[in-house]
């Protein structure tokens, strides 16, 4: 397959606005772009300044959770949890995977893929549109207001998410990239599940911030990793 050039990623990347901005997706109602991947591993930043590139646009959440598994084979990721690991092992329960990879990408709670090929991450966008059926969610200081809305019949769960929006350059000593220093956005601090959503109006308080530098998102999602309902951000 041939390689695209930087100007080849930036206009296929750029496509993806045209495409996707006619669905539901807004800046109230941003897509969330969840990437899963490890400083331990080679193949991620390709996928990393993927997502980057969409970063910046209003009707996108892009989130990057580090994983854990990749700590005993070099070099200990700076920024990973063993929550973000179960996170993507109920993903890969939620699509059928036998086993968990770096990198990945998951749209929306909808869609996944490995998302180092921008035409794979545009396809992925536009096919896992959540539609306007989400319950509105309001934040204000600290607390979440959730209204009412259909639920699945499994249930929902409301998640509080905060994330580093600063470009963080983090060298890499040992390991499949060591000596290089990788650039790191959006990257996650916190991951909290506030509780159950019933398809009720719901309250919710929200604990303080791990660091003033983290942003606040709120994901809505089908219980078991399954679709996100709705998403906002601070």
Not at 4 to 28: K, M, Y
Not at 67 to 79: A, C, E, P, R, S
């Amino acid at each position: 397959m041939a390689r695209l050039s930087a100007v080849g990623v930036a206009l296929l990347l750029g496509a993806i606005s045209a495409t996707s901005s006619a669905r539901a997706a807004d800046a109230a109602h941003p897509v969330v772009i969840e990437l899963f991947q490890s400083q331990g591993c080679s193949s991620c930043p390709p996928a990393a300044a993927n997502v980057a590139a969409l970063t910046d646009r209003p009707d996108v959440l892009a989130l990057s959770f580090q994983v854990t598994y990749w700590d005993q084979l070099g070099w200990k990721d700076t920024f990973a949890e063993p929550r973000y690991t179960e996170r993507q092992w109920a993903y890969a329960h939620a699509f059928h995977h036998d086993n968990v990879f770096t990198p990945q990408v998951v749209i929306n709670g909808r869609a996944n893929g490995v998302g180092v090929d921008p035409r794979e991450l545009k396809g992925l966008l536009t096919g896992a549109d959540r539609g306007d059926a989400g319950p509105a969610i309001t934040l204000a200081g600290p607390a979440v207001e959730i209204s009412a809305g259909a639920v699945p019949a499994s249930g929902a769960e409301v998640w509080l998410v905060r994330y580093d929006p600063r470009v963080l350059m983090i060298a890499i000593q040992r390991g499949e990239n060591g000596g290089k220093t990788l650039p790191h956005r959006n990257v996650v601090r916190q991951l909290v599940r506030l509780g159950g959503w019933s398809g009720r109006a719901a309250h919710f308080d929200l604990p303080p911030a791990a660091d003033s530098h983290l942003k606040t998102a709120i994901l809505v999602q089908t219980t078991g990793a399954g679709p996100i309902l709705a998403a906002a951000r601070a």
